[in-house]
């Protein structure tokens, strides 16, 4: 029973890993997947009921979240560009995706 409970959550992880992006840092992916089990845990996230079956669905809310609250670790170069997500600054809650929309158009 140990083993099964041992590679049952090993391929869990490994699935909510694969819902990341390669180019993601690994420290990036392990806190955004401890994200997703303390939502699990909680049954909640954002004000929403979540259960681990809906993290597919919900792994983009996960990693803009997690770049909301992480801009310094935000991607900025040319093989890994800016997270739209980041805030701008660090006194600002104005993400990129607000100055592009508004440059654009």
Do not use: C
């Not at 990036?28 to 681990?52: C, D, Q, T, W």
């Not at 770049?67 to 104005?94: C, Q």
């Amino acid at each position: 029973m140990k083993a099964y409970k041992r590679t049952r959550t090993q391929k869990r992880y490994n699935e909510l890993m694969a819902l990341l992006p390669s180019r993601m840092p690994l420290d990036a992916k392990i806190e955004i997947v401890s994200m997703i089990y303390e939502a699990h845990a909680l049954r909640r996230y954002n004000g929403k009921p979540f259960g681990i079956t809906k993290a597919a669905s919900r792994s983009k809310e996960f990693i803009a979240d997690y770049y909301r609250d992480n801009p310094v670790k935000a991607y900025g170069d040319i093989k890994t560009p800016w997270s739209l997500d980041a805030p701008i600054g660090y006194d600002t809650a104005t993400r990129l995706v607000d100055i592009v929309s508004e440059g654009l158009w």
